[in-house]
């Protein structure tokens, strides 16, 4: 069994672990990816050479470090169950190989039938993975940073574990093939827990944001009602605000008229249209969670007295976007732009429009009035940066995570004339 504490096996298991990588990243490396990959094999090698199992640590920080500047801290934990995913095939490698050892004599044979079942059920096992990694990035998991870092701590210290109790001894053939199972009993249960734990969560969050869509609709059915009732009760007393005219008219009394005009019956009119045009500015767009958002934020702008406009020139039937991460985009551009326009002393302003490009895509907008002393854009999008103070600026850091983790989907924020503008444009999968 030599071939388990050999060099080359050491080389081809870290071109597998950067292969795993690769599968459940669904990432393509580049020329300079490559030349990355080979500066972390060739010292991991020379590593394990001289310390055997401990030049692990050297590969893990290192393959850590490369992948956290490429995906973050999902990018972290993917190494993390990476290296789960290298331990549980060894491990099930190692236990058929002690099946199977006497009856193949020959080492080459042995060591080739040992590389390609390895590689096989490391495969299978990362594309696995794949499907759950991406099940994560579809919710508001992959986004909450507190929740990834207990992943990784939890998967790190099952990898600390595996090390410190791998036997550094050479053992029998009954005792290998006991471990093997251990181990591998070990790694499941913590893939089956971890697992559990997710998807429970993200039940939760599930919950909790149908019982917002529920509020959020119940907000917009009292709105409409609200509306119905104003247009309901001036149709009936209209006569009589018309009545209370005919003195003025009577005694030919035109400034007096004119001031009742402008004084009474104007803002009477400006209140009722200005209520009826934020909600008969969404009619066209169809999405019904979104629609129910956008009510809820209407309808907070114009408890803080801000003037909202609201455009959808043509019928949008579907946004190709996951309607979590969407919902949320919307929500956060909305959440600044309300923040922002309650500094403004001079007639607050948002304006928001879903425009459909053909079949090709559909364009987010939302203008809001803003401080003339605005930072700078990337400064804007750091994380923990923020105009209204201390541990405040993780919106534009999230809303710019969000619009990377969807390739369809492209950011683009701009300071105009003392207006802060910010673009989303969704693309069609299919166009």
């Not at 992959?142 to 992943?151: D, E, G, H, Q």
């Not at 574990?161 to 001894?169: A, D, G, K, W």
Request: with cysteine; aromatic share 12%.
């Amino acid at each position: 069994m030599t071939i388990l504490s050999s060099i080359s096996l050491s080389v081809f298991q870290a071109v597998i672990l950067f292969i795993v990588i690769k599968i459940i990243n669904k990432i393509k490396y580049t020329f300079w990816d490559y030349i990355s990959i080979i500066g972390i094999i060739i010292p991991s090698t020379i590593g394990f050479y001289f310390f055997h199992e401990k030049a692990m640590i050297f590969l893990l920080t290192c393959s850590a470090v490369y992948i956290y500047f490429k995906n973050r801290i999902i990018g972290v934990v993917s190494i993390l169950i990476s290296f789960f995913i290298l331990y549980i095939a060894n491990f099930i490698t190692t236990w058929l190989a002690t099946l199977t050892y006497d009856l193949i004599k020959l080492n080459f044979v042995f060591n080739s039938l040992y590389l390609l079942v390895f590689a096989a059920i490391t495969l299978a096992f990362s594309f696995i993975t794949r499907y759950f990694i991406r099940k994560l990035l579809s919710s508001d998991l992959s986004f909450n940073k507190i929740y990834l870092t207990i992943v990784a701590i939890f998967l790190l210290t099952g990898l600390i574990i595996l090390n410190v109790y791998l036997p550094n001894r050479i053992m029998s053939f009954a005792d290998i093939k006991f471990l093997a199972v251990m181990y591998a009993v070990f790694i499941i249960t913590i893939a089956i827990l971890i697992i559990t734990i997710s998807f429970s969560i993200i039940r939760q969050i599930q919950y909790k944001r149908n019982m917002q869509e529920i509020e959020n609709y119940y907000k917009y059915t009292l709105q409409i009602e609200n509306i119905n009732n104003e247009m309901r009760k001036f149709r009936h007393d209209y006569v009589n605000i018309l009545s209370t005219m005919s003195e003025f008219i009577r005694e030919s009394d035109m400034d007096g008229l004119k001031k009742y005009f402008n004084e009474e019956i104007l803002p009477m009119q400006d209140s009722m249209q200005m209520n009826t045009i934020k909600i008969n500015g969404i009619e066209n767009l169809k999405v019904r969670e979104i629609k129910g958002l956008l009510t809820t934020k209407i309808l907070q702008a114009q408890e803080k007295n801000i003037r909202i406009s609201i455009e959808v020139p043509e019928p949008i039937e579907r946004i190709d976007m996951p309607i979590i991460n969407l919902s949320r985009v919307i929500g956060i551009v909305l959440d600044n732009a309300i923040e922002a326009s309650e500094k403004i002393e001079d007639d607050p302003l948002i304006r928001i429009a879903f425009i459909k490009n053909n079949d090709d895509s559909v364009m987010f907008i939302v203008m809001n009035k803003c401080e003339p002393n605005m930072p700078r854009i990337h400064t804007l999008f750091q994380e923990n940066f923020s105009t209204k103070g201390k541990n405040r600026g993780l919106g534009l850091s999230t809303l710019k995570e969000l619009t990377d983790a969807t390739s369809n989907v492209l950011l683009d924020t701009t300071i105009d004339n003392d207006y802060f503008i910010q673009k989303v444009e969704i693309l069609n999968s299919d166009s």
